[in-house]
């Protein structure tokens, strides 16, 4: 198949072709109906339903095919945009996985608590910009800023390793590592501690600021909008007195406002309102208490909201 030909006119949308990402990736890909076969091997896949291609990237090349206008819309991590220093990309919605911490770590032995006393010291890092602007703030609070920008300042030694940047301290590489966190198991297996958070992070849906199609990437924003927020949300139903209305409005607002049905008994209505999963049982705790009964909670499969 001649598929430079097939791209001719198609959105290109980056997604991570392995890794942390790469699973939730193609669950949104596939929450929003966007149909493909990925041909073994091949880094680019049509879409059978859309003119859209998808290609398969490691996560780190994301933001710079995006910001460079080669792909039109990408799903990274923050912390990958934010090392890119792509200058052509927008973040446009927050994805909710994926979301780790960027740290700075010290041998659990040792007796570095504040990470000012790592200034002129060996670091190893996979994000070695994020890094060395950090290690230039630290600079500056320990030399003062005159310093550092004239010629007086210590450096600190910065290397980047592409992975398994954890093994730098106990090989005698580095004093300190800037590397990512989520559970802290690889950090504790590792023999280290983390003494600074240099960014919290999650995955990102970033779009160039000149899109081939730019309806269509409207169109995909929306509908992976729609998939997060059918995940993030339940529909609660129940029964309560009209009398009861305000008290139950301040339990569930809802997203915009929760919908109020008569009933066929006078004085009783029923309300729908969304309300986020991670407090649905509080919510129905607390509905309880308040006089509501026949309370109901419903999976969203998918949903489309206006504009905030
Ligand atoms: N433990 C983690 N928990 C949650 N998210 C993570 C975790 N580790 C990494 N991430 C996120 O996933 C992104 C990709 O990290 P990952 O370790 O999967 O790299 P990769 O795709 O294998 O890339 P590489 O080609 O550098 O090996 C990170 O930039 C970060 O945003
Ligand atoms: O705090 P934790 O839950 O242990 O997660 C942190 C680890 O996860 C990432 O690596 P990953 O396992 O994706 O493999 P990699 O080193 O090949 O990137 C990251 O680079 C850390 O090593």
Redesign the pocket.
Known sequence: MDLVNHLDGRLLMAV???????DAALSLLQGSDIQFHRHNRLDIALCHNLPIALVFL????IPVFVGEGRCDLGI?????VA?SRATGVEEILELG????RLQVQVPANSDIWDPTKLVGKHIVS?FTNLATAYFRRMEEEVYGVEAVNGEGGMKTVMKYV??SVEAACALGVADGIVD????GE?MKAAGLMAIDTVME???VLIRSKNPRNPDLADVIHSRIKGVITAKKYVLCTYNVPRTLLPRMHEITPGKRAPTITSLEDPGWVAVNAMVEKKKIADVMDRLEVAGASDILVLQISNSRAGKD
């Open positions: 991570p072709k392995k890794g942390r990402l790469h490691g996560a780190a090349d990274t991590g923050q912390d990958q090392e996985f994926g979301k780790c996979s592409g992975g990512l966190v989520e559970s690889t992070t999650q995955a």
